[in-house]
């Protein structure tokens, strides 16, 4: 991002200085409700970095004052004020360094980090005053930590190898505190007085001060500072740029803070909808960041009629939005007034997709779908119980689906679908763009192996809309078998037999040669001829043979060509199958003698992520 030069200035601040004003709260953070603990080795590694006077990187603060862009403060952890004072700077990079140096430095208390197992603990850090001053050490191991009672021990701590718990141990075995660093002329006046002023200690000591606290005092770090007059969008971007704590910032984060300044708690609002989308099972994977992305959908799409609504000019009414920008901009009482809507919208989604056999966010062709699915659930209210505005959602849905026209950028197309599905749902207006733009080769179903293809999750959808049937057990393959019976996908002709007869690996390992059926069933069929293992089947199901073929009938395909161990015919019949179901769920008819031209070469994919029958 480039940032105007007149808008930041760059300059070298003081360590001590920096420090000493996050503890009087000049400088605080903005509040994400979000916490970090470096570990114990990082900071010992950057406060041997500042002791040997070596760079830790820039910090950047952000000027407060500009009213477009409040967030709520908190103190830098470990900062103590008996009265709330106003930041005149917030921390947009440095966190984990200051706080970290903050706390060894200037608290004089004990410091909660994370050890090398993850485990939150409590240390004091020391400088070995002897190993800091000798060329054959490294500074980083003349810092130690010491736990609460300020001693190392071994032997299940039988035995104590160093104890620091009385300051006199400190004098005595020359480790240096460094909590005490900000105020090193008291230590080293009772340091000269525990060893009866020496000469030979006086004379390490003067060099230990010269050589390492010095240093700290001396210190200068490279300070960015982003005057308050930046658009929010900028200071948003640095925000979410920047590695505050290893994991950067989004946007839902920063809303946090922003809706925080007005005593909104956003993260705790966020709880409450996972809650209200608990026993949905295709809203699992539904994040924070979708919510808001939804209801700015909404928002801007609300704002549009209400300026139409006022007679203004088509090309004047400002535009139905939701990149990063306008979700940025999403104001508190926008989200209030549209979030329950939103939160509806999703779960009546859910409950729609359920309908179509997508039971499971596993199951979910696009994730990303379920953003404008809900935003227009919540425009169209109750409008969707219509059976036939029903059936154009759906097609608006599968058009998305089967036109593989989710899986990148999407914010531009979720734009035109809100207002173009609820016009087309309405008021019967022209075809929507997502309709309009979709579009099927047969060729396509050639190259759907896995999961990771929205079409395959789309045609496994599809077939169980045939009231599709277990080959063993005859029952329904729905809601109520899906799970108990640990319902997948699996190959018909077995891929043991189909290499045996030299059938095309892409041809068996596509999804024209996979139906879904249950763990139990898989079990019954091996690595032989369907004319094999179909007679074993039909002997376990306990039924005749016409009952039998009308089970594997509900699966889209003709038992005949299985009977006869006739891949050739099975493949092509049951590929027209399919394409005559894909063509009704999108409402528009697939050209057979076209071969669909893309750009590159086709990436195999893997069988990662489903259950396959690969049998011997």
């Known amino acids: 991002m480039v940032i105007p030069v007149e808008i930041f200035d760059s300059t070298k601040g003081s360590l001590f200085e920096i420090l000493k004003d996050a503890h009087k709260g000049k400088i605080q953070l903005p509040d994400f409700q979000r916490g970090w603990i470096w570990d114990d080795e990082r900071i010992k590694g950057i406060l041997a970095s500042v002791a040997k006077s070596f760079p830790i990187g820039a910090v950047m603060f952000l000027e407060t004052g500009n009213e477009n862009l409040r967030f709520k403060a908190k103190l830098v952890e470990g900062v103590k004020l008996d009265n709330s004072v106003d930041p005149d700077l917030l921390i947009l990079d440095g966190q984990q360094r200051i706080t970290s140096l903050y706390q060894t430095i200037i608290t004089n208390e004990i410091v909660t980090t994370r050890n090398e197992k993850n485990y939150e603990v409590k240390r004091w850090y020391y400088i070995d005053m002897v190993k800091a001053m000798d060329e054959n050490y490294d500074l980083e191991e003349a810092i130690i930590s010491l736990d609460v009672r300020k001693q190392i021990t071994e032997d299940f701590g039988r035995r104590i190898t160093l104890d620091l718990s009385k300051q006199e141990f400190e004098y005595k075995n020359l480790m240096y505190p460094v909590c005490m660093i900000d105020d090193y002329s008291t230590w080293r006046r009772e340091f000269n007085e525990y060893w009866q002023h020496s000469g030979e200690k006086s004379m390490f000591w003067d060099e230990f001060e010269k050589r390492i606290i010095?240093?700290?005092?001396?210190?200068?770090?490279?300070?960015?500072?982003?005057?308050?007059?930046?658009?929010?969008?900028?200071?948003?971007?640095?925000?979410?740029?920047?590695?505050?704590?290893?994991?950067?910032?989004?946007?839902?984060?920063?809303?946090?803070?922003?809706?925080?300044?007005?005593?909104?708690?956003?993260?705790k609002d966020w709880e409450k909808a996972k809650k209200e989308f608990k026993g949905h099972k295709q809203l699992a994977k539904v994040s924070n960041t979708d919510i808001i992305q939804a209801v700015t959908l909404l928002t801007t799409y609300n704002n549009k009629l209400r300026y139409a609504r006022q007679n203004v000019p088509p090309e004047e009414l400002?535009?139905?939005?939701?990149?990063?920008?306008?979700?940025?901009?999403?104001?508190?009482?926008?989200?209030?007034?549209?979030?329950?809507?939103?939160?509806?919208?999703?779960?009546?989604?859910?409950k729609i997709l359920f309908e179509n056999h997508i039971y499971t966010a596993r199951d979910l062709p696009y994730s990303t779908q379920l953003i404008p699915l809900a935003a227009i659930l919540a425009a169209l209210g109750d409008k969707i119980d219509n059976i036939g505005n029903k059936k154009k959602l759906m097609q608006w849905y599968w058009c998305g689906v089967f036109g593989e026209l989710y899986g990148s950028a999407n914010e531009t197309r979720f734009a035109l679908d809100l207002p173009q599905v609820v016009n087309w749902i309405e008021n019967n207006g022209p075809e929507p763009k997502t309709v309009y733009d979709a579009n099927f080769s047969p060729s396509r179903l050639h190259t759907l192996r896995t999961r990771n293809s929205a079409a395959y999750k789309g045609i496994y959808a599809l077939l169980m809309d045939d009231e599709t049937k277990d080959w063993l057990s005859a029952t329904g393959i729905d809601v109520s078998t899906y799970f108990t019976d640990s319902i997948d996908i699996h190959h018909i002709f077995p891929v043991a037999w189909c290499e045996k007869n030299s059938i095309k690996k892409d041809d068996y390992n596509c999804i024209i040669n996979k139906t879904p059926l249950s763990s139990r069933t898989n079990r019954f069929v091996s690595g032989q001829a369907p004319s094999k293992y179909l007679g074993r089947?039909?002997?376990?199901?306990?039924?005749?043979?016409?009952?039998?073929?009308?089970?594997?009938?509900?699966?889209?395909?003709?038992?005949?060509?299985?009977?006869?161990?006739?891949?050739?015919?099975?493949?092509?019949?049951?590929?027209?199958?399919?394409?005559?179901?894909?063509?009704?769920?999108?409402?528009?008819?697939?050209p057979r003698d076209v071969m669909q031209a893309e750009d590159g070469t086709y990436i195999d994919e893997d069988d990662e992520g489903f259950t396959a029958m690969q049998l011997n």
């Open 214 to 267: 010095i240093n700290f005092h001396k210190y200068m770090l490279p300070v960015i500072i982003m005057k308050k007059e930046n658009p929010k969008e900028a200071v948003c971007q640095v925000f979410e740029k920047v590695n505050t704590g290893g994991v950067p910032l989004d946007i839902f984060e920063l809303l946090t803070a922003t809706f925080a300044a007005d005593d909104f708690e956003l993260k």
């Open 318 to 350: 400002p535009a139905v939005r939701c990149k990063r920008k306008d979700m940025l901009d999403l104001s508190l009482d926008n989200y209030q007034k549209h979030r329950d809507p939103i939160v509806q919208g999703f779960i009546k989604a859910a």
């Open 537 to 590: 089947l039909q002997k376990h199901a306990g039924v005749n043979e016409n009952e039998f073929k009308n089970i594997l009938r509900s699966h889209v395909l003709t038992p005949g060509f299985m009977y006869a161990d006739d891949f050739e015919g099975f493949f092509n019949d049951r590929k027209e199958k399919i394409l005559q179901r894909i063509e009704k769920a999108m409402n528009k008819p697939i």
